[in-house]
């Protein structure tokens, strides 16, 4: 079933301190336009730089995920993106005066908040999703981390921790669905064992950090120094430990707050993979690095596997134009008319097909020992399919002609032989405005892209058109 990608219906703010820096910052989130994705921009930066959420800018995964583009950084992005994630929304603008988000109480639940104020809004176009059709795993053998994706019928999350100690131990937190993302995750608060603490501390990190905004698990007996020190840095009378091994700071949502606040981490850093994904991802002692080795590489998979993607069409279908239709509306016959059918005609797209066959007659002279099909007819074949097209957007495409105005990024990737079955497939990149018709294109046979490329086309009124010169352009 298809679904609309979303956005938010205006924009709205949030203020805070940064946990690191320890710096006021306020971030807005700005609808965005259809495949924008998830986008930061540092206004506090001149010229204000744009940074990605992609997995493959992460350049820092220590103590948060860190983005860099050009020497421009967004630190700990991954509750905010948790929360735009689990919030079902595709596109959005997170526009911040500081270098990374406020912390808040450590969660996600105030970004969601937020962000539903906003009110969230169906955009005209399809949403991108990625259907896990294969296990695809990352581990690290110095950690034993290890997540896995696998197929399943909905976005699905199963985080598994061992912390290998008596006052956490072992955890399991798990969603089935992402509509369970609000009430059951975005509100778990980041944790650390006291002995992190103290070394953070003392390392001039968590500047923004106090007792409000991190549970402490106290992995260790307290000395009575150490309690000293606690109460002068975040300004308390008293500091004690409950039966719980929970620094008295906090009260626990969930006993198993740690795993599910695991489960926000994972779910911010894939978002950085830039796709919905549709699978059952299982993460076994999770965290930034691995979480965002994994998005990498599942990023790889899903720019490899869409670029080679042969879309499946039912080729045994009625047509919705045979040859006779076609002839119709293109002004090229026989030996030079490319395309046998249209399989899909819409205002933006178009699916076409071309039976090759031996008695081509371009096989006689072109390597009539080995007959390929020549690579400036395969695009002249693709040009002829997005003529169909381009002719969509007048009343009388009978009476208007198409000519060629540019070629850009032709490739060709394996030869087309006889008894290849093409698969045309073209789409707008741009509204055709002026007559001018901008197309990207793909040719797939056997299974494979063997051709692809950029088309510029101009749709004249047959009385207005003259001859194409060889400067000018040819006819489709």
């Given at each position: 079933?298809?679904?609309?990608?979303?956005?938010?219906?205006?924009?709205?703010?949030?203020?805070?301190?940064?946990?690191?820096?320890?710096?006021?910052?306020?971030?807005?989130?700005?609808?965005?336009?259809?495949?924008?994705?998830?986008?930061?921009?540092?206004?506090?930066?001149?010229?204000?730089?744009?940074?990605?959420?992609?997995?493959?800018?992460?350049?820092?995964?220590?103590?948060?995920?860190?983005?860099?583009?050009?020497?421009?950084?967004?630190?700990?992005?991954?509750?905010?993106?948790?929360?735009?994630?689990?919030?079902?929304?595709?596109?959005?603008?997170?526009?911040?005066?500081?270098?990374?988000?406020?912390?808040?109480?450590?969660?996600?639940?105030?970004?969601?908040?937020?962000?539903?104020?906003?009110?969230?809004?169906?955009?005209?176009?399809?949403?991108?999703?990625?259907?896990?059709?294969?296990?695809?795993?990352?581990?690290?053998?110095?950690?034993?981390?290890?997540?896995?994706?696998?197929?399943?019928?909905?976005?699905?999350?199963?985080?598994?921790?061992?912390?290998?100690?008596?006052?956490?131990?072992?955890?399991?937190?798990?969603?089935?669905?992402?509509?369970?993302?609000?009430?059951?995750?975005?509100?778990?608060?980041?944790?650390?064992?006291?002995?992190?603490?103290?070394?953070?501390?003392?390392?001039?990190?968590?500047?923004?950090?106090?007792?409000?905004?991190?549970?402490?698990?106290?992995?260790?007996?307290?000395?009575?120094?150490?309690?000293?020190?606690?109460?002068?840095?975040?300004?308390?009378?008293?500091?004690?430990?409950?039966?719980?091994?929970?620094?008295?700071?906090?009260?626990?949502?969930?006993?198993?707050?740690?795993?599910?606040?695991?489960?926000?981490?994972v779910m911010g850093d894939l978002a950085l993979?830039?796709?919905?994904?549709?699978?059952?991802?299982?993460?076994?002692?999770?965290?930034?690095?691995?979480?965002?080795?994994?998005?990498?590489?599942?990023?790889?998979?899903?720019?490899?596997?869409?670029?080679?993607?042969?879309?499946?069409?039912?080729?045994?279908?009625?047509?919705?134009?045979?040859?006779?239709?076609?002839?119709?509306?293109?002004?090229?016959?026989?030996?030079?008319?490319?395309?046998?059918?249209?399989?899909?005609?819409?205002?933006?797209?178009?699916?076409?097909?071309?039976?090759?066959?031996?008695?081509?007659?371009?096989?006689?002279?072109?390597?009539?020992?080995?007959?390929?099909?020549?690579?400036v007819l395969q695009i002249e074949a693709m040009a002829q399919c997005g003529?169909?097209?381009?002719?969509?957007?007048?009343?009388?495409?009978?009476?208007?002609?198409?000519?060629?105005?540019?070629?850009?990024?032709?490739?060709?990737?394996?030869?087309?032989?006889?008894?290849?079955?093409?698969?045309?497939?073209?789409?707008?990149?741009?509204?055709?405005?002026?007559?001018?018709?901008?197309?990207?294109?793909?040719?797939?046979?056997?299974?494979?892209?063997?051709?692809?490329?950029?088309?510029?086309?101009?749709?004249?009124?047959?009385?207005?058109?003259?001859?194409?010169?060889?400067?000018?352009?040819?006819?489709?």
């Amino acid at each position: 079933m298809s679904q609309k990608q979303k956005t938010i219906a205006r924009e709205v703010k949030i203020s805070g301190i940064g946990l690191h820096t320890g710096k006021q910052v306020s971030m807005t989130f700005k609808p965005a336009p259809v495949n924008n994705g998830y986008t930061f921009i540092r206004a506090d930066l001149e010229g204000h730089p744009v940074v990605e959420a992609d997995a493959n800018l992460v350049c820092s995964t220590s103590r948060g995920t860190t983005l860099e583009k050009r020497g421009v950084k967004v630190f700990t992005t991954e509750h905010t993106l948790a929360a735009v994630s689990g919030c079902d929304i595709d596109n959005i603008i997170i526009e911040m005066d500081g270098p990374e988000p406020p912390i808040m109480d450590g969660s996600a639940k105030y970004y969601i908040e937020v962000l539903e104020s906003a009110g969230i809004v169906e955009q005209d176009a399809e949403r991108k999703i990625y259907v896990i059709k294969d296990v695809i795993s990352f581990n690290d053998p110095a950690t034993g981390s290890e997540i896995i994706a696998m197929p399943a019928d909905d976005f699905q999350i199963t985080t598994m921790v061992d912390f290998g100690t008596k006052v956490l131990g072992t955890q399991n937190a798990y969603i089935k669905n992402i509509s369970e993302f609000k009430d059951q995750i975005g509100c778990c608060r980041t944790f650390c064992f006291l002995h992190e603490l103290e070394q953070l501390i003392n390392n001039g990190l968590i500047k923004g950090g106090d007792l409000t905004n991190a549970i402490v698990y106290v992995d260790k007996e307290i000395s009575e120094e150490t309690m000293n020190h606690l109460k002068r840095i975040f300004h308390r009378d008293q500091v004690t430990v409950k039966p719980n091994g929970v620094l008295d700071n906090l009260t626990l949502h969930f006993p198993n707050e740690a795993a599910r606040h695991k489960l926000l981490d994972v779910m911010g850093d894939l978002a950085l993979v830039g796709r919905r994904i549709q699978g059952k991802i299982i993460a076994n002692k999770p965290g930034h690095y691995v979480n965002t080795q994994f998005a990498k590489k599942l990023s790889k998979v899903i720019h490899t596997e869409e670029r080679n993607m042969v879309p499946k069409y039912d080729i045994t279908q009625k047509p919705l134009m045979d040859i006779n239709d076609i002839a119709k509306i293109l002004p090229h016959r026989p030996p030079f008319l490319l395309v046998d059918k249209i399989l899909e005609l819409s205002e933006n797209h178009v699916v076409g097909l071309k039976n090759v066959t031996m008695n081509e007659p371009f096989f006689v002279g072109h390597f009539p020992g080995s007959p390929v099909m020549p690579g400036v007819l395969q695009i002249e074949a693709m040009a002829q399919c997005g003529g169909i097209l381009a002719l969509k957007s007048v009343p009388d495409p009978e009476n208007y002609l198409t000519f060629f105005m540019k070629i850009e990024q032709a490739k060709f990737k394996h030869q087309v032989s006889p008894g290849d079955t093409l698969i045309f497939n073209l789409h707008l990149v741009s509204p055709i405005r002026r007559g001018i018709c901008h197309m990207e294109g793909y040719i797939y046979a056997n299974n494979k892209v063997v051709c692809e490329a950029e088309l510029m086309a101009l749709i004249k009124r047959r009385d207005d058109a003259t001859p194409a010169s060889s400067n000018e352009g040819q006819a489709q």
